[in-house]
Each structure stands twice: as structure tokens, then as C-alpha cells.
């Protein structure tokens, strides 16, 4: 027994506007939003984290975290997922995760377990906030 499925059919509108809108450039004419009336802009606070909204303190694991993958992510970036694997000391899956920034599979300590086994040495810089000081 076979069994016949239909594809449901879709309007010739959003055909019109996914072959638009794969082309992009100057065929693509959705509107666009102006800031220029905007009453609130935010400024960078230098932790793309913590202006997403993130608590001070996991703003900072992730900023190091991020850093840490990228420089990762830079020094693997020319090899194959299982020669960064034997590199890193760590399985093939493992580095792709890496290279897809997967951010929430990785802590601080096994990033840098993998930059060390790398061969790349870490110097860590503290800096205290002007509102802890005495």
C-alpha cells in the first residue's frame, strides 16, 4: 500500500517574495525602519553581554568565554575538525561544537585545557571597579 502525500501550496505572493528575497540587494524592497525617530538609544558598554541584558556576572564569564573560543576558533580555523581534535586533546564532535559556537557547552576551565594542550600560553589581566575600591 502506498500512501500519497500533498504539499500544501503556497501563495503566489510568498513565492514572489522568497525568490525576491534570495536574491537581495536592490530587488529587495521590504520597507525599512529609520532610528531617526527613535527616542532612546543605548551605548555600548564594551561587554556586548551585559548590553543584552545579561547580570554583570554572567556577562563577564560569557565575554571570556567568547574570547577564549575565538581565539580557539582562529588557531583551529585551518585544519581539519579531527587534526584540531588531536590538537586540542579533545573528540572531533567536541570541536565542532567549537567551530558552530555552541558557547553554553564550554566553561572557562575546559577552554583553557584545550588552548593549553594547544601549546598556547594564557597571561590573565584583573582589573578592580572603581566602586569596590576603598
Not at 563577564?60 to 582562529?74: A, C, F, P, V, Y
Not at 590573565?124 to 576603598?134: A, E, F
Request: proline share 6%; hydrophobic share 40%.
Amino acid at each position: 500500500m502506498t500512501t500519497k502525500t500533498t504539499a500544501t501550496p503556497r501563495t503566489k505572493s510568498h513565492k514572489h517574495r522568497v525568490a525576491r528575497g534570495a536574491r537581495g540587494g536592490a530587488q529587495d524592497r521590504r520597507p525599512t525602519t529609520s532610528l531617526a525617530g527613535s527616542a532612546h538609544i543605548t551605548r555600548p558598554g564594551g561587554n556586548v553581554f551585559a548590553d543584552l541584558g545579561f547580570p554583570a556576572d554572567e556577562a563577564e564569564n560569557l565575554k571570556m568565554r567568547s574570547r577564549l573560543m575565538t581565539e580557539l576558533r582562529d588557531l583551529i580555523a585551518p585544519m581539519t575538525q579531527v587534526d584540531a581534535a588531536e590538537l586540542l586533546g579533545v573528540s572531533q564532535p567536541r570541536v565542532s561544537d567549537l567551530t558552530r559556537g555552541k558557547i553554553g557547552l564550554f566553561t572557562i576551565d575546559a577552554l583553557v585545557n584545550m588552548l593549553a594542550h594547544a601549546g598556547v600560553r594564557l597571561r590573565v589581566s584583573l582589573t578592580r571597579s572603581p566602586s569596590i575600591l576603598p
